[in-house]
Each structure stands twice: as C-alpha cells, then as structure tokens.
C-alpha cells in the first residue's frame, strides 16, 4: 500500500525504491530461469541477490510473498538496508540460502527465519543492536553447519555464543562486542578448528586447556589483544 499521498516526494521515493527492489528482483529470476535450463550438475549453481544499501525496511513489510521461485538463491546479501525485526518475513522467500548477509542494519534479535535456511553455512549479523536474550542464543544452537559466523559490532553482547553445537565453525567474530569471557565449548568435538576474533573486546585471560587439546589448539588460533591480558597469561 502506498506510503505517502500521490505527487508528494514520499510517494514519488516509494515509487522509486519499488522500482528498484523489482528490477533487482527479476534480474535475479531470470538469472535462475537460466541455470534451470542447463544440465544437471551434481552441485547445482546458485545466484546472489544483492539488494545491499538499498532502503528495503518499510518496502518490504507489507510485501506479500513472492510469486516466482527464488530456491535458486544461495547467496543474500541485505547489508545496509535499515531493515527492522517486523521485516524479516522477507526471508521466506529465500529458502535455499546458503550465505546471508544482514551486517548494519536494525535488527533487535536473532531472525527466527534463518532457523528454517537449512543449507546455512555464513551468517553475518554485524553492527546490529540485537540485545541477546535467550532466544537468540538458542537460535543460533539451531543452525549446525554454520561455518562463519560475524558478530562484530554487536556491542549489547555481554555472553558469547555456545560454540558446541556448532561443530562445521570456522570462524567466529566477535570483536567490538562486550564480552569479557571466552565462548562455551571450546572443547567439543569438532571437524576443524575455528578462528575466533576476540580484539577490542573485555577479555583479558586465557581458559587453560591440556596441551593439544581442541580447547588449547583454538585459544591458539585466536586473536587477542595481547596488551590487556594479566602477566599470568
């Protein structure tokens, strides 16, 4: 429905951003009415929607789902276009998703969407107010092939996420954040061993861990900053 008057620059910028967000929109289907008609492969190609920086918040919330299949997408990047937790039904439409990029935006929570992308392997919720309650925490439990995670930014973090039942992590950051204590199971079983970014944080210790352990092999890819950890470390 329209936001603002017919004629008035509200409306006439609505007009606009449609316009945008649907020329974006049939660009990406066409790309992937393309890839249906080649051969099949054992691991089928995928498209990226960028819509990155576009103003999508207020466009998107009314927005019904869309009619044409996006299974096509694996890769989303929203970064940068003001969208609010009331807009992420958007997601819907993206159920194939392999990589999901929602840095610098209004995000208040985790999106309870993203638990359904179960392809998932990238997720980046940089510079988000996301105040991290129960619930985020649990949802991000609900995505285990996640492979990179970024959380930089995240500056109402007090807790960092259980890293255990994430056993595909490769990279975890959470620099900028207010942390002052090391991620939860750092000793689980693991298929590879993470990189953690943990500069401009508030730790300023290191877990001890059995030397070779999974634990001690993490704490010594990390990165640190080395001058605000106590002698004894």
């Not at 995928?46 to 997408?73: C, I, K, W």
Request: proline share 9%; net charge negative; charged share 25%.
């Amino acid at each position: 429905r329209p936001l603002g008057a017919v004629g008035s620059v509200l409306a006439q910028n609505e007009l606009l951003m449609r316009g945008l967000i649907i020329k974006e929109l049939q660009s990406c289907w066409e790309d992937g009415a393309y890839l249906r008609m080649l051969p099949p492969q054992p691991q089928p190609r995928g498209t990226l929607l960028d819509l990155s920086n576009l103003v999508l918040g207020r466009y998107v919330q009314h927005m019904e789902p869309l009619r044409a299949d996006f299974s096509h997408v694996t890769r989303l990047n929203l970064s940068g276009t003001r969208l609010k937790d009331e807009e992420m039904g958007f997601l819907d439409n993206f159920p194939a998703t392999r990589i999901v990029d929602l840095s610098e935006n209004e995000l208040t929570g985790v999106p309870s969407q993203l638990t359904d992308m179960k392809a998932l392997t990238a997720l980046n919720l940089r510079d988000n107010p996301i105040r991290w309650g129960r619930y985020d925490y649990e949802a991000l439990k609900h995505l285990p092939l996640l492979r990179s995670l970024n959380l930089e930014g995240n500056a109402l973090m007090s807790v960092p996420p259980d890293i255990g039942p994430l056993p595909e992590l490769r990279r975890l950051t959470l620099r900028r954040t207010g942390i002052s204590q090391w991620p939860a199971g750092l000793d689980s079983p693991r298929l590879a061993i993470p990189e953690l970014d943990l500069t401009h944080t508030r730790i300023t210790s290191v877990p001890p861990f059995a030397e070779d352990s999974v634990g001690a092999r993490i704490v010594a890819s990390s990165w640190l900053d080395r001058s605000r950890l106590e002698p004894a470390d």
